[in-house]
């Protein structure tokens, strides 16, 4: 990615930033200031909640120029929970436990390192919604 | 959806052919597909619009439009429609490139259609060529993955089998097939590449090889892959008219269409459905009022197998989550229902990307003419043409027919 265009797409990286039809209310990732539904201008921004579920996946072996040096890594379709479809690498999961319709949240992590630009490159990813199990209540007393 | 209901009304209602003059293929030449170590993209391009020439008995074309997607990524070349007409001998006629990804061949291919069809041309070279072997392998596929959308699906590190490998993922769930179910479209391009001599690939692969195959982006292996390579193809188009006037061999193009879609996956309504591809089939029938059973086979872009499957989905060859099972029934066979790829396809003819949906071309004219040796149909009228940029984004269809 180009400094330029890593400056200008930096709320969409980094806050999952699109825009709201404000005619038929879609609700679009990545902004596009166009509706693709209703054809009218929308421009309203619109930050979304991060929540969403995965809709496709793949782990990818064979890296194009760039990521050679993070294979495996998984890259999938993330239907956010209010709509729109966002590609994104999963991550904090091996590539065994991933499953269409497993809940993902968005955080922010580096995605790469570009060599020669010196560029390191952040992005959202989405990992597993973390979710508190307590099996058993923890024993504090020391008898065992 | 309202656009687009539109749209498709104003495309296929109207009577297309209103204005324009019967157009016809008089002449096809192509270079093999393969490495190409010892022939830069001027000579590759050299070849086949010399040889599609010398098979029309055409001396000098009015233009010339070259399809070429990665000349500058690879190579740092531009302006490859002068430079190859300047290398062809054509110094002084109208020339360009036309680029649209993996579509490029047969986008140059309707080009020159349009060009003659409007009566503004009466004889033009059509060209598709593309050179891949110079460079590495890495720095080629993430050149490909240039047709998808840059900004929100390379950056995130998804390379070109990646995207397919997101479709062929949801396929297998939404449809509830095992990733083995596609290898009847690969062993189909591998036997019907074997006997011809311009593929790249011509060795038969088995079930057993293909459960194999190395994963590249699971669930997609390097057999459910098309094999990219340097080549190159060309074809002569002149108007229905002038052909018969000059006493030329013909193959009618009897339909051109395209349509586009959202580049990225996540822009689309609908991710297993082709919509550019479905748009762009439906005007090619109503052009030359067809229905898919008229059609005699179908040179479709099995970049990967999974494009084959909703190729022939949204084409009407088969219900959606059916396209497999005609692989899986063998249909596709050069004895069955729908035979595709019958010189080897994408898979293993090989893919040159922008030169491929000339190839598509030329082998559907050579199966006309009756000029496809021992992969011959017998007895067929109509063919179609299918090329497919990025993962559908733009879609250009063709229907040729044989003449008389
Ligand atoms: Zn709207």
Known sequence: MRLASYWRTRQQRLGLVGEICPHCGKPLFPPRDVCPACHGPAKEPYRFSGKGTVYSFSTVYSAPEGFEAYVPYVVALVKLEEGPLVTAQLTDVSKEEVSIGMPVEMVTRKLREDGDAGLVAYNFKFRPVLQAVIDEPVSLSATA | ?404
């Open chain 2, 1 to 404: 959806m309202r656009g687009v209901a539109l749209y498709i009304r104003s495309q296929t209602d109207r009577r297309l052919d209103r204005h324009l003059r019967d157009v016809s293929i008089i002449g096809i030449g192509q270079t093999p597909v393969g490495e190409h170590w010892d022939k830069p993209l001027r000579v590759l391009g050299t070849e086949a619009v010399r040889a599609a020439l010398a098979d029309a008995g055409v001396e000098c074309p009015e233009a010339l439009y070259v399809g070429n997607m990665l000349s500058g990524q690879l190579l740092g070349q531009e302006n490859v429609g002068a430079l190859i007409a300047d290398h062809a001998g054509l110094s002084g006629i109208e020339a360009y490139k036309i680029e649209a990804a993996c579509a490029s061949g047969a986008a140059a291919f309707r080009t020159a259609y349009m060009a003659v069809a409007s009566g503004l041309c009466d004889v033009v070279v059509a060209c598709g060529v593309e050179k891949m072997t110079d460079t590495l392998t890495d720095e080629t596929t993430g050149a490909l993955v240039a047709a998808a959308d840059a900004e929100f699906e390379g950056e995130h590190g998804l390379s070109f089998v990646g995207i397919n490998a997101l479709l062929m993922q949801r396929y297998l769930y939404e449809h509830g097939y095992d990733r083995q179910d596609f290898s009847g479209f690969a062993i189909n391009a591998h036997r019907n590449a074997a006997n011809n001599p311009n593929a790249m690939f011509r060795k038969k692969i088995s079930a057993e090889a293909f459960a194999r195959a190395k994963i590249i982006a699971e669930p997609v292996s390097l057999l459910d892959s098309s094999g990219i390579g340097d080549g190159a193809a060309a074809a002569v188009l002149a108007s229905a008219d002038w052909a018969r006037a000059h006493g030329k061999r013909q193959v009618r193009v009897a339909a051109s269409a395209a349509a586009t879609d959202a580049v990225a996956l996540h822009d689309r309504d609908d991710l297993l459905f082709l919509r550019a591809a479905w748009l762009s089939a439906r005007k090619a029938y109503a052009q030359a009022g067809v229905s898919p059973k008229d059609i005699d086979f179908f040179e479709l872009h099995d970049a990967f197998t999974i494009m084959s499957a909703l190729s022939l989905e949204a084409t009407g060859f088969a219900e959606r989550g059916q396209g497999v099972r005609l692989a899986m029934e063998d249909a596709i066979a050069l004895n069955g229902r729908i035979p595709i790829c019958t010189m080897g396809g994408l898979k293993a003819r090989g893919h040159p990307v922008g030169a491929t949906g000339m190839y598509q071309i030329v082998e559907a004219a050579q199966q006309l003419l009756g000029a496809a040796g021992a992969n011959q149909l017998p007895n067929c009228r109509l063919g179609m043409t299918q090329n497919i940029g990025g993962s559908g984004a733009t879609v250009v269809t063709h229907i040729l027919e044989r003449a008389g």
